[in-house]
Structures are given as structure tokens and as C-alpha cells.
């Protein structure tokens, strides 16, 4: 069980070692998500203070884990999974009573938990395979240990699945690629390595330096410019920020070889909803002959809709836009804004979605079947 254990600096109960300047270490060794030693908290680290601090917090209730998930301080569509699975398995240690309170309590968390943020399909997925666990127990004390034992085993297998992805998606590039991104999907987007930046993790362990990642600063949260650029530039990579409105001039200037970005809900025929942005960026690379990849666990296949038309999207606070940023407003007040956190990407414009179980290439509905089926 990899609990970080041993890591400097210890993330919870000594305040002073809580900031560090982010600047000084590999974002890689920075653990987004876990459950504490005793299993009665979760620990995050707190994405909103990146790149200028590194600190963590610890979750105990589930409001400050909903809180937690639903003003991005942990974000990213596995991620978002993993902390919801640890989430429930710590408020879960708290119980005393009976087996059937139990139970009532966990189906509690559960669908408080589901309403934190709704299109990021990790989310509902990972809170379905912990429900799945009550299944099997017939008492608290066993149920507390077997929530804990799958809320460990969904955060180790995220790892282990990032890791396949980044595998799978290195076999996709060639020496000296320009590699553009949106948002951030990577470690700090799962619990280790990432989806669409886990091949350029992979690329650097074989020892290839010559890799240039151009990250869109993703307008209105930045997670490109905050998070993204800082990972890739903490790793030693050749990272350039742009801003989202510049990904056309770097595609046409012949800069970028391959677009590779995450996702939060792909539907049944390949329709995937990723970052407010992403759909554009799809569509320029379309342009431009450039091949635009997706890359995510399986577990954000939701097999249950036939097409991106019934993901639900996102819609945030109209400050994000406006305000968040800025020393002052920079919208005049009373403005009508706009501002869903999502667009989803026509399948058409999908060249493959790489997964822990293989590429799938269009007609992606029946790539799927077989992937899902184990065929692949
Ligand atoms: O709003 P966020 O920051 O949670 O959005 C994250 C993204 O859009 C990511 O690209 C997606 O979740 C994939 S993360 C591997």
C-alpha cells in the first residue's frame, strides 16, 4: 500500500512543513490524493494554491470533501474518483451502529457525494464500485475495513492505469514531436502520472529530451497555465503557455504534431466531454491535418448514453469569468455571462482514445464493445 509513507514533508499535522515553494520539486512527487495513515481523513493537496504553493489539506466530513471536489482544490476527472471513494471510506470509519445504519449513512455519502460536480463520469463510477462492496458484509467492522481495502485499491489501480496510458500513448510519438494540450490531465489530474501528459512521463524515463509540450492556458480556471505548464516545466520538459486563442497560429506555424487531451465522460459512440475549450481545439487540429487524441481510464466510458448530446455539462459561477484573476472586474457589471466548464467533441473529429486497454479507433462504438468485453 503506497501511502506516501516516509515522504518529506509529512503532508498532515506539522504546519510549518505544509508550504513549500512549488517551483523547487517535480510536480510528479506531489501526491494529489490519499487516505491517511489511520483511514479516518483524507489528504489533498490543495490545486487551487498551485504553481506558487504546495500545501495540503485534510478531509474529514463529507462537506469538506464535497467542498473540496466542487471548488476544484482537487480536480481532474480521476482524481475527482479517487477522492470521492476515499472520501466515503473515511466518513465511514466514524460509524458505530448497526450494519443496516451503516449502510443507511454510506447510501448518505453517497449521493451527497454525487452531487458535487455532475459530468466527470469517474466521479459516479468510483462511488458505484465502493457501493458495491456493502454486497458482501453482513457487519460494520468488516464493511469499515472492506471500504477502505477498495478506496486503497481504486487509487493504486488509477496509478497503474495512468501508467498504461502513458505506455500506450508513447508508442504515438516520435523524437522531437510538439505535443499540444488543454487543461490539465496530468499527475495532478489522477493519482499519478496523468492521461495526456503520462506519455511524456513515459518519454522522459526512456530517456528522450527533446519533446516540446505547448499547454493552453484554459481560460477561465487556467489549469493549463497553473498546473499543466508547472508540471512539464518542473519535469525538465520544453513547455511553452499559450494562450487558448493562440492554439491556431502554433498548429498553422507547424509547431504541433499531435494533440493529446483528457476527458471527463466519453459516450457510447465516441462523443467525449472534456475542458470548455476542447471542442475548438479539435476542430483547428481537423483543420490542420494534425491528429487529435483523447486519452482516459475505461471507467470514463459511460456505455449507458449513445452520444455526447445527453452528458451533462457543467455550468459554473459567472465571477470566474468576470472576476476570478483579475485585481479588479474586468466585465461590466450586470453583463449576461456564460460559463459552462465543458463542450464535448464530436467523435468524428477523435482521431483514437487511448486507455489502459488499448487504442480505440473509429467506429468507436464497436471498439468499445470489444474493449469492454476484454478484447482488447
Ligand atoms: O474542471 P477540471 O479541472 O476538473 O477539468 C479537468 C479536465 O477537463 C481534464 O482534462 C479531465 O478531467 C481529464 S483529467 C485526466
Known sequence: MDRGKGRQPNPVGIEASLVYHSGMRNALDLETVRLSDDGRSVIILDQTLLPGKAEYRELRTPEEIWTAIKNLQVRGAPAIGVAAACGVAAVMQQENGSFEEASRRFSAVKAYLETARPTAYNLFWALDRMEKVLKG?????GLKKALIREAEAIRSEDIAISRSIGELGFSLLRHGDGILTH?????????????????????????????????????????GARLTAFEMQSAGIDTTLICDSMA???????????????????????DAANKIGTSGVAVLAHHYGIPFFVAAPSSTIDMSISSGAE?????????EVTEMWYSHRMAPEGVKVLNPAFDVTDSSLITGIITERGIAYPPFGEAFMEMLSGGM
Open 248 to 270: 491556431s497560429y502554433v498548429m498553422k506555424k507547424g509547431l504541433v504534431d499531435i494533440v493529446i487531451v483528457g476527458c471527463d465522460r466519453v459516450a457510447a459512440n465516441g
Open 137 to 141: 458484509q453482513t457487519d460494520t467492522a
Open 311 to 319: 452528458i451533462p455539462v457543467e455550468e459554473r459561477s459567472p465571477e
Open 183 to 223: 487543461c490539465n490531465a496530468g499527475s495532478l489530474a489522477t493519482a499519478k502520472y496523468g492521461t495526456a501528459l503520462a506519455p511524456v512521463y513515459i518519454a522522459l524515463e526512456h530517456g528522450w529530451n527533446d519533446i516540446r509540450v505547448y499547454c493552453d492556458e484554459t481560460r477561465p480556471l487556467l489549469q
